[in-house]
């Protein structure tokens, strides 16, 4: 009955067009789509030839050279719908027509063949939560851009998020058991593979690189920390720790954070505190106030751009949403977590002092610093 009234409370989500504006900022932002073919390598989980890696390259455009344009937020139709089925029976009502008629104002990509590597600015790598699309973190991820000037690269890899639309218009679900964290190994590999392949494109090997995730993510970014030393440091969105990192002999050296939502930290999530001992570079841990898990991502500032939470609709609607996103504000949410993934890298690659710089961004009621430690 209770869900039942859910599905009936909010026909006015369905069919309208959803526009999320250009991010604000320093620079303009592009997103272009590609494929990298690891031909080396047998996929584990899905019957493909090969290893198939899908990457959106996020870029930093100027201003005077912003060709705008209009994109679909998951381009792929079959992916968009399967998300709102994914979402309508996770809460209970409906959300026909809102992944499917959402859209980004961006700039127009680059050619195809514009060279990452050798770029004044760094690159990071973006890992998504397990299950999840790289897509559903957009609009955290160009506002990063926009704030900082870096590229990113966010990714999936075959048979980890939940369904994957290819180029070709074939489809796949994952096949893995993610929460316990199988197949890291293979995940590694794939971030070690688009390193070469990007590298290997522009024969340069002086761009800075960082990385983080989210989730399942973050788990992927410490081990491809202690696997790949191309990598500079890197950030573990409220994710646990899996593999490598948990060994008694594991050292990342290099700086590393964890953010964390308001119901994680290091008594409630047992790996923490045993990665936390393994980590001699700098550290970072501070959480994000009033959050949930899903916190760190875009669903935050979809709920509101949606109106799910605008005082018009149900109360019980809100009470569901907020469990699931946290009572934090939707635009407060992604220029909060923007901000602070910023700080780090600029710390991380401009070799700043991370005390004074957190020191100077915190901002009380928003995050909590927790802890930093600085190496001499």
Same mark, same amino acid.
């Given at each position: 009955?209770?869900?039942?009234? %859910? %599905?009936?409370?909010?026909?006015?989500?369905?069919?309208?067009?959803?526009?999320?504006?250009?991010?604000?900022? =320093?620079?303009?932002?592009?997103?272009?789509?590609? +494929?990298?073919?690891?031909?080396?390598? /047998?996929?584990?989980?899905?019957?493909?030839? !090969?290893?198939?890696?899908?990457?959106?390259?996020?870029?930093?455009?100027?201003?005077?050279?912003? @060709?705008?344009?209009?994109? /679909?937020?998951?381009?792929?139709?079959?992916?968009?719908? $399967?998300?709102?089925?994914?979402?309508?029976? %996770?809460?209970?009502?409906?959300?026909?027509? #809102?992944?499917?008629? #959402?859209?980004?104002?961006?700039?127009?990509?680059?050619?195809?063949?514009?060279?990452?590597?050798?770029?004044?600015? /760094?690159?990071?790598?973006?890992?998504?939560?397990?299950?999840?699309?790289?897509?559903?973190?957009?609009?955290?991820? =160009?506002?990063?851009?926009?704030?900082?000037?870096?590229?990113?690269?966010?990714?999936? +890899?075959?048979?980890?998020?939940?369904?994957?639309? $290819?180029?070709?218009?074939?489809?796949? #679900?994952?096949? =893995?058991?993610?929460?316990?964290?199988?197949?890291?190994?293979? %995940?590694?590999?794939?971030?070690? $593979?688009?390193?070469?392949?990007?590298?290997?494109?522009?024969?340069?090997?002086?761009?800075?690189?960082?990385?983080?995730?989210?989730?399942?993510?973050?788990?992927?970014?410490?081990?491809?920390?202690?696997?790949?030393?191309?990598?500079?440091?890197?950030?573990?969105?409220?994710? *646990?720790? !899996?593999?490598? /990192?948990?060994?008694?002999?594991?050292?990342?050296?290099?700086?590393?954070?964890?953010?964390?939502?308001?119901?994680?930290?290091?008594?409630?999530?047992?790996?923490?505190?045993?990665?936390?001992?393994?980590?001699?570079?700098?550290?970072? +841990?501070? +959480?994000?106030?009033?959050?949930?898990? *899903?916190?760190?991502?875009?669903?935050?500032?979809?709920?509101?751009?949606?109106?799910?939470?605008?005082? @018009?609709?149900?109360?019980?609607?809100?009470?569901?949403?907020?469990?699931?996103?946290?009572?934090?504000?939707?635009?407060?949410?992604?220029?909060?977590?923007?901000?602070?993934?910023? =700080?780090?890298?600029?710390?991380? $690659?401009? @070799?700043?002092?991370?005390?004074?710089?957190?020191?100077?961004?915190?901002?009380?009621?928003?995050? @909590?610093?927790?802890?930093?430690?600085?190496?001499?």
């Amino acid at each position: 009955m209770f869900f039942q009234f %859910l %599905l009936s409370a909010l026909p006015a989500l369905a069919w309208a067009t959803y526009t999320v504006h250009h991010p604000n900022g =320093t620079y303009k932002v592009s997103v272009q789509d590609r +494929q990298l073919n690891n031909t080396h390598l /047998p996929d584990p989980y899905l019957p493909l030839p !090969y290893r198939l890696i899908e990457i959106s390259i996020i870029t930093p455009v100027a201003n005077t050279s912003c @060709k705008p344009v209009t994109q /679909p937020y998951i381009a792929a139709p079959k992916s968009a719908h $399967f998300w709102e089925q994914a979402l309508t029976n %996770l809460t209970g009502f409906s959300f026909n027509g #809102t992944i499917s008629q #959402t859209v980004l104002e961006l700039c127009k990509p680059e050619e195809p063949n514009t060279a990452i590597w050798g770029r004044e600015k /760094p690159v990071i790598l973006f890992a998504p939560g397990a299950g999840y699309p790289r897509q559903l973190y957009s609009i955290l991820l =160009t506002t990063l851009v926009a704030k900082s000037g870096y590229t990113i690269i966010s990714f999936e +890899q075959p048979g980890y998020a939940e369904f994957e639309t $290819f180029p070709d218009g074939t489809t796949e #679900t994952g096949k =893995t058991n993610v929460s316990a964290g199988n197949g890291l190994n293979f %995940l590694v590999q794939d971030v070690s $593979f688009i390193l070469d392949t990007l590298h290997n494109s522009t024969n340069s090997k002086s761009t800075k690189v960082g990385m983080f995730g989210h989730s399942e993510g973050g788990a992927v970014t410490a081990a491809s920390i202690l696997a790949d030393p191309r990598l500079l440091g890197g950030i573990n969105l409220d994710g *646990a720790f !899996y593999g490598p /990192p948990l060994a008694m002999n594991a050292s990342i050296n290099v700086p590393f954070a964890i953010f964390s939502s308001s119901i994680h930290n290091q008594s409630t999530s047992p790996s923490w505190p045993v990665v936390w001992a393994n980590l001699y570079g700098d550290k970072w +841990q501070i +959480q994000l106030n009033d959050s949930q898990h *899903a916190s760190y991502g875009d669903f935050p500032f979809l709920a509101d751009l949606w109106g799910l939470r605008n005082g @018009k609709t149900p109360k019980e609607v809100t009470e569901v949403i907020d469990e699931l996103v946290g009572g934090i504000g939707g635009g407060e949410a992604v220029e909060a977590v923007s901000e602070l993934v910023k =700080t780090f890298f600029d710390v991380l $690659f401009e @070799k700043e002092d991370a005390r004074d710089v957190v020191n100077t961004a915190d901002e009380e009621g928003v995050w @909590k610093v927790q802890n930093v430690t600085v190496v001499s």
